[in-house]
């Protein structure tokens, strides 16, 4: 297990530096929804810009009616023979005008919101697949490796919202920029020092917020572990294949409280820090009030002193309070972009997760008909300092079978990964028809190689495509699933269900049926036959789940399918080892013995041991 812990930028507080450093994904955030939908994207700038022009304009024109108003009313006290209407017709134009200005700035709240909704679920999906799709090129040791489980998680849970956010958010920025440069053009005529009253007021808040974002996304990472326990308990208490234990035991009530107890703690952390951000975001707010309420008192001021009139004090007073409204949601902008570039450092850690290139070329081997040899093999799992296996030698020729003796942990599953390429060598090398594994290209590689491991994927689909994905260039060949099926001798429990290779399998979605263990392990067996061109023939205990008589046909039939491959058998059942060209005994990583199984009995050891253990057993 590893002991990383990812750092975020600017944890350890305070620098500058660090806060400005982390706004670098803002870029590749916005890359990202560009390459999502360029009309969209467009759309988005288009209206942001209509949505921050037009609220100046619209406080420009408010003042023109107030003084027109006043005009008006002035011209009518001196001119009675002209009707209100006459008088007021100036007035009406500017209302009109502002009428029209407050319906275009409408039509793009509207647009704006349609965008942002349509690029939502476009822009989870496409960093939800690029979640999955890095998911595909991770090795297995890294997904045995908890931390890569942390980022997996964090990255889930918020990094597929968080580039639209930090999208929206820096269109609002840009908005109430431009909102708020339109109002400066106003105010400055006023006073230079409205400005800097209108600044004052809102950098309190903005500080505040900025601190407790970078609060929020390290516990967010901190608890990381927790989270996923949450999950997996959630798991454990609502799945079919795990609530059967969990009844029969009791294990609700246990697993329950667990959940509760991680819920209370993670609870009370989120609590203290919303108590602590909502009372010093109230306390600081008020001077932003404050501020306003000054200025207030002092454009009021100004007016009964005449030096404004009424239609300009109106308009200061509304172009002050939208203002310190768009300062404030300009500087609640850049404090919410913080926090989603910390969390776009999720995706982005996870995304920039290191994966070894397949660097193999060869298609074949440079001694065909060689088969498989293992020299001097060790492995030892990530982080771990003891060997898992040690000094493997073996050869393995064409149309011979190999079996695999010996208790469990010995090394044996472990071999069979080394194999099939799911984990390199630690030292020595594993050779294919003479040339090394790590030569070979994967896909041609996997392609010669049917495997059944003894904790094969009960996947919830159709029998026809459960047995399909053991060759994904036949997923939806009805032949092949029916050959695969009858080589697997799935074929006669398949024809008795409702469905026949259309029936769903499983409980998650509706009108699934369930099959039996040993039924599973017939389609998982059917599921290696798919493969019709491997020649290397995998069976990690087989049929564990199945009664002796089906043990027996299914042993019969493999060995009469597997008559010209190589083939190498895992089990505990020496009945069905006995007749393998090789067996080899495993103990705590080694081969222990080797030979076939009247040499092994000859040499009364390890394997003639529990040979004859197991006979006792049936006497």
């Known amino acids: 297990m590893s002991s990383r812990r990812a750092v975020p930028p600017s944890s350890n507080g305070a620098p500058l530096s660090g806060f400005f450093s982390v706004f670098r994904y803002s870029r590749r955030a916005l890359e990202l929804v560009w390459s999502t939908s360029r009309g969209l994207t467009l759309g988005l700038a288009l209206c942001t810009l209509v949505a921050g022009i037009l609220p100046a304009v619209a406080a420009w024109v408010g003042q023109l009616i107030v003084d027109a108003v006043v005009a008006a009313m002035e011209s009518h006290q001196n001119d009675e023979t002209a009707s209100a209407l006459e008088t007021a017709w100036p007035v009406l134009r500017y209302v009109a005008l502002e009428a029209l200005v407050i319906a275009c700035i409408a039509l793009a709240q509207r647009g704006l919101s349609a965008q942002q909704s349509l690029l939502r679920a476009l822009l989870g999906q496409k960093v939800n697949v690029m979640i999955l799709e890095k998911a595909g090129h991770l090795s297995l040791a890294q997904f045995e490796d908890s931390e890569l489980y942390d980022q997996l998680t964090r990255a889930r849970r918020e990094a597929s919202s968080r580039p639209l956010a930090l999208v929206n958010k820096t269109f609002s920025l840009l908005q109430n920029a431009i909102s708020l440069a339109s109002f400066g053009v106003l105010l400055v005529q006023f006073s230079p020092w409205a400005l800097l009253i209108l600044v004052i007021g809102a950098l309190p808040v903005f500080a505040s917020e900025a601190k407790f974002s970078g609060d929020a996304f390290r516990l967010f990472r901190w608890r990381s572990p927790q989270t996923r326990m949450q999950i997996y308990l959630e798991t454990v208490l609502a799945r079919e294949d795990t609530i059967k234990e969990v009844k029969l035991f009791g294990l609700a009530p246990l697993f329950l409280q667990r959940y509760r107890d991680i819920f209370r703690t993670l ?42 009139t009424l239609g300009e004090m109106t308009m200061y007073l509304m172009v002050f309070k939208q203002g310190q409204a768009a300062l404030s949601a300009s500087l609640t902008a850049i404090s919410g972009m913080y926090e989603d570039n910390l969390y776009l450092s999720n995706l982005y850690e996870y995304l920039e997760q290191p994966t070894e290139a397949d660097s193999g070329q060869r298609r074949t081997g440079e001694l065909p008909g060689d088969g498989i040899r293992f020299e001097h093999v060790a492995f030892r799992y990530p982080g771990m300092d003891e060997p898992v296996l040690q000094d493997i030698d073996l050869h393995l020729r064409p149309g011979e079978s190999l079996a695999l003796v010996g208790e469990n942990g010995s090394g044996k599953t472990t071999l069979i990964k080394l194999l099939t390429r799911l984990y390199a060598p630690s030292e020595g090398r594993i050779l294919l028809d003479g040339s090394d594994l790590s030569d070979w290209e994967l896909a041609t590689l996997r392609r010669r190689i049917g495997v059944i491991f003894q904790d094969f994927v009960r996947y919830q689909l159709p029998v026809g495509e459960n047995l399909g994905v053991g060759d994904v260039d036949a997923f939806h060949d009805e032949a092949r699933w029916k050959a695969a099926a009858q080589s697997g001798l799935a074929d006669g429990f398949i024809a008795g269900l409702g469905g026949g290779y259309h029936t769903q399998l499983g409980r998650w979605f509706k009108g699934g049926q369930e099959l039996s263990g040993g039924q599973w392990q017939k389609i998982a067996l059917s599921r290696a036959y798919m493969r019709e061109h491997a020649d290397i023939l995998v069976l990690d205990e087989p049929t564990a789940a199945m009664d002796a008589a089906a043990e027996a046909d299914v042993y019969a039939q493999f060995r009469e399918h597997a008559r010209d491959k190589m083939t190498i058998l895992i089990s505990h059942r020496f009945s069905t080892v006995r007749a393998a060209d090789q067996i080899l005994v495993m103990a705590h990583g080694r081969i222990v013995e080797r030979g076939n199984h009247e040499d092994l009995l000859a040499e009364n050891g390890r394997y003639a041991h529990l040979f004859r253990l197991q006979a006792a057993g049936y006497r």
Do not use: P, Q, S
């Open 267 to 308: 609870y009370a952390e989120d609590r203290g820090l919303t108590i602590r951000r909502d009372t010093w975001g109230f306390l600081l707010g008020l001077l932003g009030t404050l501020a306003f309420y000054g200025a207030y008192a002092w454009v009021v001021v100004e007016t009964v002193a005449g030096t404004l």
